[in-house]
C-alpha cells in the first residue's frame, strides 16, 4: 500500500493570492513577497506552475517592480510562461483566493511544512535503495545524518540564530512605512484597532502575534468588552474568531443585535425597534465574525484556530475565558493555568495574530481596599498563575471606580497595567449596561436611557 505524497494545494494557492493583494492592507509593493521569500525556495512548491510564478514575484521585486496581476501577466508573457500556468485568469483567481496579506508567513510556513515532509518521504525511499546498494552500513548512515542535517537546516532556519545585520533593513524599512501610514491617517494605530481610540492610543491597537489579557471581577464587563472589540474589528473588514466557554451563540449573537442596533433585546416587544434589530442582523450578514461555543481543551482551540487561520485568513481571536479551558485533568489548577497560558502565547506567535484572552481576577483583590471591595486591580490578582502575567504582552483591566458618581453615571476605568510594546495607563470608557457595550466618554451623552 502506498503512502500518499505530503501536498497542499489550496495552501500555495492562498500563499501567492497574499502576495498579490499586499496593497489592500498599505503595505509596500514587494513587503509580502519578501516575507515569503524569507521562508521558501522555488522547490518547496509541489504544483511546478506555483514555483514559476512564486520565482517571477521574487524577481519582481528584488528589481523593485510594482506588483500587479497585469504587470506579473505581462513578464510571464514575455518569458513564455503564461499559457503554462494557466493564464491570466488563473492570476486573477489566487489573487481571489484570500482577502489579505496578513497570514502570508503563516501559509508560507504552510507549504514549507508539507516540503519538508516530502524531503523526509524522498529520502526515506533514497535511503532504503541506498541501503541495498552501498558498501556499507556506515556510508549509508554517514550520507543519511548530513542529509537530515539539511532538511532539519531548512524546519528551524525561519526561527533559528540570525544577525542581527540580517533583519535590521526590515525592521528599519518596517517602522518607516508604519509611521507614515499613521501619520497620513491611512491606519489609526500600528495593530488591529479595538474600535476605541483612547484605548488605541496607548495600546497601538491588538498587536499581531501578541498575547493580550482583559481581566476583570465576575459582572464588570469583560465579556462585553471583548465582543465589543471583536465587533469592532470585524466591522472594519478583519477576519474574528470568538471561542466563547461560557455563553451561547444564541446569546452571543443577540448582543452583537443589540449592540448594532442600540436597543435592548428585550424592547423587541416594540414593531419599531424589532425592525430595527432585524436590519441589524441583515447588516451583521456580511460580517466575518465566527463563534465557537464548543466546551473546549486547548488542544481544540489550537487545532480550530489554525484551521480558521487557513481558510478564513484569521486577524484576530478572542477568547472568553481563560479559566475555563480545559486541559489534562491530572494537573493541578496552577500547572494546568501557566500550560494553557504558555500555549496560547505560542499560538499567536505561530498565526501571527492578536489573540485577546478573557481572565478573572483572584478574590484576593476583595481584601484590599476599602470595605466595598473596589481596590484597583494589579497584575498579581491575575487569577491561577503568574504566568499569565508574564506571557502576555499586554494586561488590560476594567475597573469600576469608587467615586460613586462614575460608578452610578457608567463610567469604567480601562487599566493598561503591562505594556511590552509601548507605555502604561488609564483611560475611562462610559459602559452602556443596557446594551452590553463600552463607548468613548464623548458619546456617552447619547445615552437613551
Not at 32 to 59: M, S, V, W
Amino acid at each position: 500500500m502506498s503512502s500518499q505524497i505530503p501536498y497542499n494545494i489550496d495552501a500555495e494557492k492562498k500563499l501567492l493570492g497574499s502576495c498579490l493583494r499586499q496593497n489592500r492592507d498599505g503595505f509596500s509593493d514587494d513587503e509580502a513577497i519578501l516575507r515569503a521569500k524569507a521562508i521558501l525556495q522555488i522547490n518547496d512548491f509541489y504544483e511546478p506552475k506555483h514555483g514559476t510564478i512564486f520565482l517571477t514575484l521574487c524577481d519582481m521585486a528584488a528589481n523593485r517592480q510594482e506588483i500587479t496581476i497585469m504587470a506579473l501577466a505581462d513578464i510571464l508573457k514575455r518569458m513564455g510562461n503564461l499559457d503554462k500556468i494557466g493564464g491570466p485568469y488563473y492570476l486573477i483567481e489566487l489573487a481571489q483566493t484570500v482577502a489579505t496579506s496578513a497570514n502570508v508567513e503563516y501559509f508560507a510556513k504552510y507549504v514549507l511544512e508539507h516540503a519538508n515532509r516530502r524531503a523526509i518521504v524522498r529520502l526515506c525511499e533514497e535511503t532504503k535503495k541506498q541501503a541495498s546498494e552501498a558498501d556499507s552500513a556506515e556510508e549509508v548512515i554517514s550520507d543519511l545524518q548530513s542529509k537530515l542535517h539539511t532538511i532539519f537546516k531548512r524546519i528551524d532556519g525561519s526561527g533559528g540564530l540570525k544577525l542581527i545585520s540580517d533583519t535590521l533593513p526590515e525592521a528599519l524599512d518596517s517602522i518607516n512605512q508604519r509611521s507614515e501610514r499613521i501619520q497620513t491617517g491611512r491606519i489609526a494605530c500600528d495593530g488591529i484597532s479595538t474600535g476605541l481610540t483612547d484605548l488605541d492610543r496607548i495600546t497601538g491597537g491588538l498587536g499581531r502575534g501578541r498575547q493580550i489579557i482583559l481581566a476583570a471581577r465576575p459582572s464588570e464587563g469583560k465579556t462585553s468588552l471583548g465582543l465589543q472589540i471583536a465587533v469592532n474589528a470585524t466591522r472594519s473588514g478583519n477576519h474574528v474568531g470568538f471561542f466563547s466557554l461560557e455563553m451561547s451563540k444564541l446569546e452571543l449573537t443577540e448582543r452583537v443585535l443589540s449592540n448594532v442596533a442600540e436597543i435592548n433585546i428585550r424592547e423587541a416587544l416594540d414593531r419599531q425597534k424589532r425592525t430595527k434589530l432585524l436590519n441589524s442582523g441583515k447588516l451583521a450578514e456580511g460580517w466575518n465574525l465566527y463563534i465557537d461555543d464548543s466546551p473546549l481543551p486547548i488542544e481544540k482551540i489550537e487545532s480550530r484556530a489554525k484551521y480558521m487561520a487557513l481558510v478564513h485568513d484569521l486577524d484576530l481571536i478572542v477568547i472568553d475565558y481563560l479559566q475555563l479551558i480545559r486541559i489534562n485533568q491530572t494537573q493541578k489548577r496552577y500547572e494546568a493555568v501557566t500550560e494553557i497560558s504558555s500555549r496560547l502565547k505560542l499560538l499567536a506567535k505561530e498565526l501571527n495574530c492578536p489573540i485577546l484572552t478573557l481572565s478573572q481576577l483572584s478574590r484576593d483583590i476583595e481584601k484590599r481596599g476599602s470595605n466595598s471591595g473596589n481596590a484597583k486591580p494589579r497584575l498579581s490578582d491575575l487569577r491561577d498563575s503568574g504566568a499569565i502575567e508574564q506571557d502576555a504582552d499586554q494586561v488590560i483591566f476594567i475597573h469600576t471606580p469608587d467615586d460613586e458618581l462614575k460608578e452610578e453615571s457608567g463610567i469604567r476605568e480601562i487599566i493598561i497595567a503591562k505594556n511590552r510594546h509601548g507605555p502604561i495607563g488609564q483611560v475611562e470608557l462610559y459602559f452602556q449596561k443596557k446594551l452590553t457595550r463600552f463607548i468613548p466618554l464623548t458619546e456617552s451623552e447619547k445615552e437613551p436611557f
